[in-house]
């Protein structure tokens, strides 16, 4: 990944928090402006895992990566610590690859 | 910053989230602060080694961390490289997640007071941790105390943590075989999970995911990502959504503003302050 690109991101989410520190607040306040600004994280974070954990070379597919997220939530839903979680899903994963590439 | 109603459950701190009538000592406060600079940690080292298995230098992954400062933002950078994605759709996608900071910005300026020189090490401090620990104290002199020193730690921590996890993970020859790429989707889901107590997050999340797995091999890599986004926009035709479109604005801040309560009064998970973590 290039510098550019990094430091556009940076500068844009630096001026995102300087940017809300001064804006008139009335802006804002659009109830539909509010609802949407809270759901974007869900539907990104959502998109995120769904493209790692089911495609690969954005074909659709289903592989060891799976029983990882599978065990992920497992360990979430038992309130795990966020460490555990992680090493969980990433042991389990590598777990089955091991053993597929063993078998 | 990753987010989290995680963080502050996991270092307990009941006191943060009594609302305006609590009264904590600095001493209490710097305690709580370091907690959840501990407990960001754990992102922190998560984030470090998967920036540099994702293609990033140790360099690049340092200057995020100290420039970018966003801790769901740039793991959602790395994500989407690691997913294939271009630099443009990676960035892409941590500046939308970090749209969320322009929210709570709007929610601190009064708690603040903050003048001239103060505001731009103000703005870079700010995160999900230090506006969830600075809104609802009884008086500004604790609000300030409270969002310096939890915004101080907590970078303090995250830049550590990051740099002991890129460290490692520049050790790992093939980063698939440690499992890898699994442990970033764990990650996001812990991320997003505090925020499916609700209904219109969980509609969301679902379609979000069936969206990005259907586009995917149609669009380009990175895409599907920032496509999905865009179904952040269903919530507005949820009854509840168009009530409140119909009624008054709601109250000042926003509803991203990190508050104890949602406005029909009900807790989140852990009732902490902070609505996330993903965010």
Redesign the interface.
Known sequence: ??????A???A???A????????P?R?????????????????????????????A????ALD??VA??A???L??WRKA???V???????????L??AGAAG | MSESAETAESVGTPETTRGPATRLGRPALLRDALGIGLAVGAYGLSYGALAVSSGLTVAQTQFLSLLLYGGSSQLALVGALAAGSTGVTASATAVLLGARNLFYGVGLRPVLGLRGRQLLPAAHLLSDESAAMAIGRPDRATARYAYWATGGVVFLCWNLATLAGALAGSLMADPKAFGLDAASSAAFLALVAPRLGERANRMVFVLACGVAVGVSPLVGAGLPVVLAGLTALSVLLTPRARAALRTAPPAPGGAAAARPEDPDGTRHDGGTAEKDGAA
């Open positions: 990944m290039s510098w550019t690109w990094i556009a991101a940076a844009a989410c630096f995102l928090k300087l940017l809300g520190l001064l804006v607040q802006t804002l306040e659009h109830p539909a402006v509010s609802l949407t600004a809270e759901a974007v994280p869900v539907a990104l974070l959502a998109a995120l895992i769904a493209v790692q954990t089911f495609t070379e954005q074909q659709i060891a990566r990882g997220i065990v992920a939530a360990c979430i610590p966020f460490l979680t992680v090493v969980a899903a990433a042991a389990v994963t590598a777990l690859r091991w």
